[in-house]
């Protein structure tokens, strides 16, 4: 939908307008890609046998003129013919899973964007059409029974009901639009930090030039300010209708929130929304029999949406969601319904990743009423963060017992004996593979050919998705994932079997999946602390340098670092036995020298065990606590606002949620010791990986030294958390020093001392290093 508010003109598809809806219906999971299958095998073969009479997809357009609107429309029909008397007759095939015949009433009731469809290439056709002869053709994709319904005045009359609403929210639209060249908000520069205002020019340059912009800055710099007024600029400007911030942290994403709060304190001017996860959403639903895995209540069960409660958006973020449980609780609604039905009503979505770069969520925002990439600015925060998250959305797994499980749970139902067979021999495939072994390219054209069956089978024969079991439904998804992926080469689809009984699979380049996604949008900007080294950066998006420009923030060069590199030492897996004492001594000093708590940072849990149980013998007086695993958002919160508080030494995680999604130590925790540049595991995967670069050096390069070093430095950033903070880094590993590691530090580390013997220790845990 294209809408221009000044010109008061809107361009959109038949099937658009007929399925305008302000809050998308959850499909219920689980039917996509094979239900379009199936129903474009029926269309084609319902239009065959109806050659002789009628001509088929016959584009039909045309302009009306509705509540001071030109609406554009333009369409294809299935079905075109002229009567006796010259006048068009339109059909449109439907293929439907529902039981069939049904009273025509019904079939209104359950499908009433078909019958607007019909209705619209009529109303195109201006006064001369055949009204009585147009039909909707209904076929049950199961049981093959057809059912044809004539259009009726009603239909007509249902339309006009909806281009009502369609104009109510293009009047919505066009007002927002205009109150916003008056927008006004608490900018940054009427306070100023240092090498804000710079920072924010160099910015401004960079995007009239890119349209892809990259920002490093240095944690507490306000980062997250500056490049929400750019965007904001860009909407009073009238360049941009709405501004998406995604985040792969919640933490990431309340923090944009109040952001938000702050720069437009009393609410008026900015609404804001933060689109939660499904799982939050579940919680807080009110209809019986929703699942969390399955969406079990029936669309048509729901109550009629509140559009004009949603059209009262307060401004704010949380209380937006505020209101969405309210009213899911007074209308007796799904909330994540509602969530949707708010978006549209929002100028600033802030959410995670998955709802841009996911292709199971994506939809979710891509379909929004009114939604135009081309008219949106994109802020990517912890951009770091994205290439790996991309990859796990476009990942998956299948598993040989939830196979099996599944092909008994269709025995229940009359379903197409291909697909339960097919889903068999899948599960046997997988038991034949190399456990830790990628799958070969003959294997690999065996699981493309199971997986193009078991979806050529559900197209033909659809499955009463309500009815299965939540693994069941979760099985089948995968299938769609994989073939996903397979189908597009130039992201290198790679499959492997983990463990016995198990197959997985990721893209081998996530680049460019990502830089598709960006092209279409006005303008995209990615943020971090860390995106150097930035060559490395771009090309996980799949862009080149000259597509995208780097602006570097630069503070006020106050040195907030004390750092050393701590020669002693070399924390490889070999090294690390023959060094535990000297790594647990070296660990001992700089808590006893501290004063406060010490944040000791290991590559895996089994080594910070083995440090923890030799630091309990040799003193036994420093109270210590290794991070707990599996804690929820909450429980992470509380474990790092409480434990430096009683502790003296915290043994956490490079690359851990401590490393990455944890601000509660800035300013509590001002020492920390980093074991060992954080190189990932060498699995079979990352082998893999670096198989796929020209040299073993520069495979290791961007696969373990960049993500490796890129831990060190988040886990170092956790303790800085604004520009008042100050902290103490002990570099515990040689390797620190090799040019190759040491130029992927980061660069605000100010001079950092060398510790070569134990004088040199000794010196710098006195203080005098
Ligand atoms: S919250 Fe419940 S009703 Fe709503 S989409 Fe999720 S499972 Fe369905």
Partial sequence: MKIDPETQTVMLGVRELSEFEICQRSSGRGAGRWRLEAGRTWHQTIQGESQEEFDREKSISGRIERGGWSIQIDGRCDLFRLDEAGLPVFGEIKTVTDPLPLPASELRARFPAYFRQLACYSLLAGESYNLAKSFLLFLNIDTEIRQTVALGPEDLESLETHLDSLVEFLQFTAEQTASRVQLEWNSFRAHPRAGQVQASEDLACAEKTHRVVGFQAQTGFGKTRIVLEHALEAIRAGKADRILYLTGKISGQEQACTEARQLFPDSQGLRSFRMRNHREHWAACPLDGCLQDKCAPPAEERSALPVAELIRHPGHAEEAWDGIRELAENFHHCPYSLSRGLLPFSDLWIADYNYLFSPSSRHIFLEQPGFDPARTWLLIDEAHNLPDRTSSALGGRLDTRLLQNAAEDLREFRTDNTLKATLREIAREIENLHPDRMVDSATLFVFTDLFETASDSLANSPLPWRELTGDTVSTLQALESALFLLEREELHPLLWSPSPGRLEWLPLEVGPWIAETLSGFAQSVFFSATLDPF????????????????????????????????????????????????????????????????????????????????????????RSVLQPRDLNANEREEFARTAPLSHDVLFLMLGGSFAEAVDAFGGIVETAMIIGPG????????????????????????????????????????????????????????RFLEPEYHDLLRKDLGEIATIRNEGDWQDWIGGAG
């Fill in 679 to 734: 190189l990932p595991e060498l699995s079979t995967l990352n082998r893999i990986r670096m198989d796929a670069y020209p040299n073993r050096e520069e495979g290791f390069h961007e696969v373990c030294r960049i993500p490796g070093m890129r831990r060190v430095n988040q886990a170092i950033g956790r303790l800085v958390r604004s520009l008042e903070h100050r902290a103490t880094v002990l570099l515990h590993d040689r």
């Fill in 535 to 622: 060559p490395s950066f771009v090309s996980n998006f799949g862009l080149t340098e000259e597509q995208c420009q780097l602006v570097r923030a630069e503070a006020d060069g106050t040195h907030r670092f004390r750092t050393a590199i701590d020669t002693r030492v070399q924390t490889t897996l070999r090294e690390r036995k023959r060094n535990a004492s000297r790594t647990t001594e070296t660990l001992r000093d700089l808590a006893e020298s501290s004063g406060g708590c010490v944040a000791a940072f290991f590559p895996s849990f089994e080594y910070a065990e083995t440090i923890q149980t030799y630091l309990e013998a040799i003193a036994p007086h420093l």
